[in-house]
């Protein structure tokens, strides 16, 4: 089974910064992208930033120039570093990975547990 583990939330004054990061553990063949996800209560979830098997990287309108997305292949691992944070900034967390269990499968998205990110103004 696959396992992605959350961590690095926390509460922060506006203006500050917090640096999300997101392991996979267990027993796989590859990963494809890795995405970080948010969810605000009331809302619907919404993508943050991804970064694909070969580095490319996408960003919400709302975070580019902010936010910025890291990918380690040699650790599985996706970081977040979120810069100049807002009060609207304020969400549930989640890292999602779309990862192949062995080379002949197809591949399957996994989500961690989430992570709270609160932004005081």
């Known amino acids: 089974q696959v396992q992605l583990v959350e961590s690095g939330g926390g509460l922060v004054q506006a203006g500050g910064s917090l640096r999300l990061s997101c392991a996979a553990s267990?027993?796989?063949?590859?990963?494809?992208?890795m995405t970080w996800y948010r969810q605000a209560p009331g809302n619907q979830r919404e993508l943050v930033a991804g970064v694909s098997g070969g580095g490319v990287t996408n960003y919400a309108d709302s975070v580019k120039g902010r936010f910025t997305i890291y990918r380690n292949n040699a650790k599985n691992t996706v970081d977040l570093q979120m810069n100049d944070l807002k009060p609207e900034d304020t969400a549930v967390y989640y890292c999602k990975m779309n990862v192949r269990r062995t080379e002949y499968r197809l591949f399957t998205d996994y989500w961690g547990q989430g992570t709270q990110v609160t932004v005081s103004s």
């Open positions: 267990g027993i796989f063949f590859s990963i494809n992208t």
